[in-house]
Each structure stands twice: as structure tokens, then as C-alpha cells.
């Protein structure tokens, strides 16, 4: 299993950017792939984007596609989430988890959900 720490989140106007980073610990990093999810209150948590293994493969919610990057350092067991062309609608807390083939997050490879990283987007 992994742990996991979000960072980089913040408050940005629209049309602005973001990068996210998500660094984590435990057990070995490229065993997985990697996933991104957003949650605003009183919704569930939505599929951002995911990234296989190796980082050859990635997918995105149609909702960020063509907006946002997602990639990562298997050298330093972090994923990355470049978000650009903010809309307010990106508002949320963005976590990062491993992820199944469905890009469901797969809760048996980590301990537990990290903290998230509040992003605010101001119209």
C-alpha cells in the first residue's frame, strides 16, 4: 500500500494554472497506476484523469479534456497534474489515488485517502 500527500492547490482566476503534485511513500510506486479525483461538497468524488504505470497510457474526463496534463516521476514516486485554462467549474478538493483499470480507485493499494488540495477558481 501507499501513502499519499496532495500539494500545489490554490486560489487562481479563470483562464489561469495550476500544477498539482502528489508524492507518495510505502509501497513500490510504479506498481500503479495512478488517478486523479475532484470532490466538491455535498458530490461525490469524479474521475479527473489517470496515468498507467510506465506513463504511456493516460486518460481524462471529457470535462478537462485538452486542459489538463496528467504525468509522473517514477524516479520520485510523484504524479502531476498540470491544469490549465482554470474554469470555476474546476473548483474542488483534488486527490490523487492508485487507480483500477476502470479508473475506479482501488482502495486495497492504499491506506487511506490523503488530505487533498483545495483548488479555487475565481470567475
Known amino acids: 500500500q501507499v501513502q499519499l500527500v496532495e500539494s500545489g492547490g490554490g486560489l487562481v482566476q479563470a483562464g489561469g494554472s495550476l500544477k498539482l503534485s502528489c508524492a507518495a511513500s510505502g509501497r513500490t510506486f510504479s506498481n500503479y497506476a495512478m488517478g486523479w479525483f475532484r470532490q466538491v461538497p455535498g458530490k461525490e468524488r469524479e474521475f479527473v484523469a489517470s496515468?498507467?504505470?510506465?506513463?504511456?497510457?493516460?486518460n481524462y474526463a471529457d470535462s478537462v479534456k485538452g486542459r489538463f496534463t496528467i504525468s509522473r516521476d517514477n524516479a520520485k514516486s510523484t504524479v502531476y497534474l498540470q491544469m490549465n485554462s482554470l474554469i470555476p467549474e474546476d473548483t474542488a478538493v483534488y486527490y490523487c489515488?492508485?487507480?483500477?483499470?476502470?479508473?475506479?480507485?482501488?482502495?486495497?493499494?492504499?491506506?487511506?485517502w490523503g488530505q487533498g488540495t483545495q483548488v479555487t477558481v475565481s470567475s
Open positions: 496515468i498507467g504505470r510506465i506513463g504511456a497510457s493516460t
Open positions: 489515488a492508485p487507480v483500477r483499470p476502470d479508473f475506479t480507485p482501488n482502495p486495497h493499494a492504499m491506506d487511506s
